[in-house]
C-alpha cells in the first residue's frame, strides 16, 4: 500500500480482556517497528522488527506484550490481560533498509486503545 | 535525567510569527538528531534531521544543533496555521530505535 495501515483504528476494550493490534507496513520495507504514545508523551519504542525477526524487543513492558511477524510482512502486537494502564495510541512504523542504521521512518496513524 | 527533554506547551503565535522550538538532551555522544511534526490523530512524520552540530535548512524550517551545550532547535519562519502541529524531537537511542521528547504543541492562529 502508499502507506502504514493500522488496524482498527480505535479498539475500546475491558480491563483484562485480550486485543491484538494490525499493523501492514509498506510494500517491500523489511524493518518494522511499534512505538507506544501516552497522552501527552512522546512515542515509546517496544519492539523492532528485521524482517521475521523480532532483532530488539527491549521496551516491551512486562510478557503480556507480545509480537509477531511470521512471514516478514503484517505484524501483529498481542495484549494478554489488558490494563487500564496499557490505554494508549499504538504506533506501527516501517522502513525499507535490510540492513543499517535507519531513522527516517514512515508511522502509521495509530490504534488508540482504550482499556475500561 | 531523561534522555531526551522538551518542553510541552501549548505555545500560540500568530501567523507570520517567527517560532522556536527546542530540544535538550543528556548524552553527549549522540550524533543525529531528528524533528517529527504530529497532526492530531496522525502518526509522526520525519520533518528535518540533522548531524552533528551547525544548521540545516529546508525552506521555511531551520534545525540547529549546538553539541556544546547539547542544545537543539527548531525554527519556523513566516508560521502559517497549517504549521500548527505537535513538534517532536527525537534522538536514535540504540541500532535502529528512536527516544522522542514529549512534543511541543504549537498553535498558529489566523
Known amino acids: 500500500g502508499a502507506g502504514v495501515s493500522q488496524t482498527p483504528s480505535n479498539k475500546v476494550t475491558e480491563k483484562g480482556k485480550y486485543v491484538e493490534l494490525r499493523c501492514d507496513p509498506i510494500?517491500?520495507?523489511?524493518?518494522l517497528y511499534w512505538y507506544r504514545q501516552s497522552l501527552g508523551q512522546g512515542p515509546e519504542f517496544l519492539i523492532y522488527?528485521?524482517?521475521?525477526?523480532?532483532?530488539?524487543d527491549s521496551g516491551l513492558p512486562n510478557d503480556r506484550f507480545f509480537a509477531v511477524r511470521p512471514e516478514g510482512s503484517v505484524s501483529t502486537l498481542k495484549i494478554q490481560r489488558t490494563e487500564r494502564g496499557d490505554s494508549a495510541v499504538y504506533l506501527c512504523?516501517?522502513?525499507?533498509?535490510?540492513?543499517?542504521?535507519?531513522?527516517?521512518?514512515?508511522f502509521g496513524s495509530g490504534t488508540r486503545l482504550t482499556v475500561v | 535525567q531523561k534522555e531526551v527533554e522538551q518542553d510541552p506547551g501549548p505555545l500560540s503565535v500568530p501567523e507570520g510569527a517567527i517560532v522556536s522550538l527546542n530540544c535538550t538532551y543528556s548524552?553527549?555522544?549522540?550524533?543525529?538528531f531528528m524533528w517529527y511534526r504530529q497532526y492530531s490523530r496522525k502518526g509522526p512524520e520525519l520533518l528535518m534531521y540533522?548531524?552533528?552540530?551547525g544548521n540545516k535548512e529546508d525552506g521555511r524550517f531551520t534545525a540547529q544543533v549546538d553539541k556544546s551545550s547539547k542544545y537543539i532547535s527548531l525554527f519556523i519562519r513566516d508560521s502559517q496555521p497549517s504549521d500548527s502541529a505537535t513538534y517532536l524531537c527525537a534522538i536514535p537511542s540504540g541500532y535502529s530505535t528512536l527516544t522522542f521528547g514529549k512534543g511541543t504543541m504549537l498553535l498558529v492562529s489566523p
Open positions: 540533522t548531524y552533528s552540530s
Open positions: 548524552n553527549s555522544a549522540f550524533q543525529y
Open positions: 522488527f528485521q524482517g521475521t525477526g523480532a532483532a530488539d
Open positions: 512504523a516501517s522502513f525499507p533498509r535490510a540492513k543499517g542504521r535507519g531513522y527516517g521512518y514512515t
Open positions: 510494500s517491500g520495507h523489511t524493518a
